[in-house]
């Protein structure tokens, strides 16, 4: 849930609300008593390795997909036709 504060407080307390942000805290900011922003954790970006444990992890899941029902839904979502 996030934290309501004004913008005087973001202003005045701007180390520690990013602190807070870092840590995981969302902040809505107001003005006059109106939300007119959002602050949160930026989310991180695409990962590029995956580790050797994680694979394993993955593949002892054991998850299975349906082959013929994976193809109905790409052939209902991506006209096959050129």
Do not use: W, Y
Request: charged letters at 30%.
């Amino acid at each position: 849930m996030a934290r309501t504060i004004p913008q005087r407080e973001l202003r005045n307390e701007n180390a520690k609300v990013i602190d807070a942000v870092a840590a995981g805290e969302t902040f809505l900011i107001t003005r006059n008593g109106e939300p007119v922003a959002e602050l949160r954790p930026a989310r991180a970006g695409r990962r590029t390795f995956i580790s050797r444990e994680e694979i394993t992890a993955l593949a002892a899941a054991g998850v299975r997909i349906d082959r013929q029902r994976f193809r109905a839904d790409l052939d209902q979502a991506i006209d096959q036709g050129l």
